[in-house]
């Protein structure tokens, strides 16, 4: 049985605004809704998460999900909750990054379905032989310039100007909704609370252009516990793509989650059930050392985003780093998730000439890295048994030989618990 979508988004907190009529428009029938997707960049982000569930939950309740990838507004710029313009791309760089972003959101959706298959359009279709002079007369004129400047997006924008280009941009906006409308049957746009103001511009010019009901459903905007921005880390947005966020940074990211967070955002970003999830909860609130949701909510959307092989090393990097593990579980790793674990770790580059007969563990940790400052503060180290090779321990007479080399060139040094250093031998 499917569920109710604006029931399910509301025990999630997925519900920011709704128009009236469109809850009982889902209720009366399958309809087809739909969620744009900015393509300027190769990669969708976990901030796109929210409109990505979305669609989720709207096709397991019955619904027909459509994404919208927006090869043309990406070439205008939306002002929506921006300070200023945005840099326009070229439509090569815009075709590679719709395309990119298009395998992203196939890994959610399921295009397959006979009933309510999940499907994906591009403005720039629709818009690349539309002239201006056609635009303006066959839009442009329905909507008047006191209705534009009510919006809120563009009331933000007007002490520091903004330009027609993005002024024009809730007409564009729209128009694809109402595209949509008459071509693909869809009555409701999802979105940010952000885009209320463009969603409401296409209901109106559907019914200024057909004398028919459109309707809208906006989802709020996240932001953290603690007052900072969801979806950022140190190394800036975490990405859905692995090469610019890794499996393991990806989970780290959501298991170091703050527990108010994690009750929030396991309600938003997985598919567990009502009762499974009040459940951990409650656990979780008895017990928030053993960081029950955090652990659900990490590996849950990891496995969704980036598959059961890359949590399952994300996993094994996360109790190399914070556990007990040794030499074979460092092996266990490609080089590529190895080097990923220990980015940003201290490296010294040596010859491969230096391992000889073997090479001191004291050299190795001062004279020949400068990883200490001192031959004297390595003996100290070895001495108060600080130090480890490859997550083994080993005292002050220890060389490192050609064995110890991880994929044949790395070997790990470690002082206490935190401090790792890597050689990379060549």
Not at 9 to 24: T, V
Not at 219 to 244: C, R, V
Not at 367 to 395: C, D, H, M, T
Request: charged share 25%.
């Amino acid at each position: 049985m499917n569920k109710n979508f604006v029931e399910e988004l509301k025990w999630r907190g997925m519900i920011h605004d709704i128009m009236p009529g469109a809850e009982e428009k889902l209720n009366s029938g399958q309809t087809s809704g739909y969620i744009g997707f900015d393509p300027t960049a190769d990669s969708l982000h976990i901030g796109n998460l929210v409109q990505i569930m979305t669609l989720v939950h709207f096709q397991r309740s019955g619904h027909k999900p459509i994404a919208l990838v927006g090869g043309a507004t990406g070439m205008v710029g939306d002002p929506s909750g921006k300070s200023q313009e945005r840099n326009l791309l070229n439509i090569e760089t815009l075709n590679h990054n719709v395309q990119c972003v298009q395998k992203q959101l196939e890994k959610f959706l399921d295009f397959s379905s006979s009933t309510n298959g999940a499907e994906i359009v591009n403005n720039y279709d629709w818009f690349q032989n539309f002239s201006f002079l056609d635009f303006i007369r066959d839009v442009g004129k329905l909507l008047t310039i006191n209705y534009m400047l009510a919006k809120d997006s563009v009331k933000n924008r007007l002490e520091n100007g903004m330009s027609f280009t993005e002024f024009s941009y809730q007409l564009i906006q729209g128009y694809d909704f109402y595209w949509l409308f008459e071509n693909k049957n869809c009555v409701i746009q999802l979105g940010g609370s952000d885009q209320w103001g463009n969603i409401v511009t296409g209901t109106e010019l559907i019914r200024k252009k057909t004398g028919k009901e459109a309707f809208a459903i906006t989802t709020p905007l996240i932001k953290k516990a603690d007052g900072s921005k969801f979806g950022k880390s140190e190394q800036g947005n975490i990405w859905l793509d692995a090469e610019k966020t890794s499996p393991y940074q990806f989970y780290q990211y959501w298991l170091n989650v703050s527990d108010d967070d994690a009750v929030h955002f396991i309600k938003i970003f997985t598919l567990f059930e009502k009762d499974e999830i009040f459940s951990w909860i409650e656990a979780h609130q008895k017990e928030p050392h053993l960081r029950i949701l955090q652990k659900k909510l990490a590996e849950d959307i990891t496995q969704r985003v980036h598959g059961l092989i890359a949590l399952e090393s994300a996993k094994l990097a996360t109790e190399i780093l914070f556990g007990k593990s040794n030499k074979e579980d460092l092996e266990k790793l490609n080089e590529k998730d190895f080097f990923a674990l220990f980015e940003g770790v201290p490296i010294a580059e040596l010859n491969k000439d230096e391992l000889g007969n073997g090479l001191s563990l004291i050299d190795a940790l001062s004279a020949k890295s400068q990883f200490l400052p001192s031959n004297a503060e390595a003996k100290r180290e070895l001495k108060s048994n600080s130090i480890s090779v490859n997550k083994n321990k080993i005292g002050e007479d220890y060389l490192i030989k050609t064995s110890d080399l991880i994929h044949g060139k790395y070997v790990l040094l470690s002082k206490g618990k935190k401090n790792n250093y890597l050689i990379k031998f060549s």
